[in-house]
């Protein structure tokens, strides 16, 4: 009889939850201006649903606000997400090698 081992790995553990918070800040959680006016005045920032600008109709002395993406925050954000859970990978990986010695 073949048995299979039905533990889960560290590792894939890391790797579904870097999709799921890449997941929450990319679509969930989108740092956002809130930008009003023929002269773009802003005012406030906020996270907000990435749809958002389509349901929410938030009038500001007559005018519609609008959603305007922080695109620098989402890749600088995205970038250290990245960097922290490539450098728990390697320290996985690393461990698994002193394991198997």
């Known amino acids: 009889m073949i048995e299979i081992d039905k533990s889960i790995s560290k590792r894939?553990?890391?790797l579904i939850s870097y999709?799921?918070?890449?997941?929450?800040v990319g679509i969930i959680f989108v740092p956002c201006f809130e930008v009003w006016g023929p002269e773009k005045n802003v005012s406030g920032y906020?996270?907000?649903?990435?749809?958002?600008s389509v349901v929410d109709r938030?009038?500001?002395?007559?005018?519609l606000v609008l959603y305007q993406?922080?695109?620098?925050?989402?890749a600088y954000?995205?970038?250290?997400i990245t960097l922290i859970f490539y450098s728990v990978w390697?320290?996985?990986r690393l461990w698994d090698k002193e394991d198997s010695r």
């Open 90 to 92: 390697r320290l996985f």
């Open 69 to 74: 993406i922080d695109y620098l925050r989402i």
């Open 46 to 52: 906020s996270y907000v649903f990435i749809f958002n």
């Open 77 to 80: 954000t995205i970038g250290i």
């Open 12 to 14: 894939s553990i890391l």
């Open 58 to 63: 938030t009038d500001i002395n007559g005018f």
């Open 19 to 24: 999709i799921v918070l890449i997941f929450f």
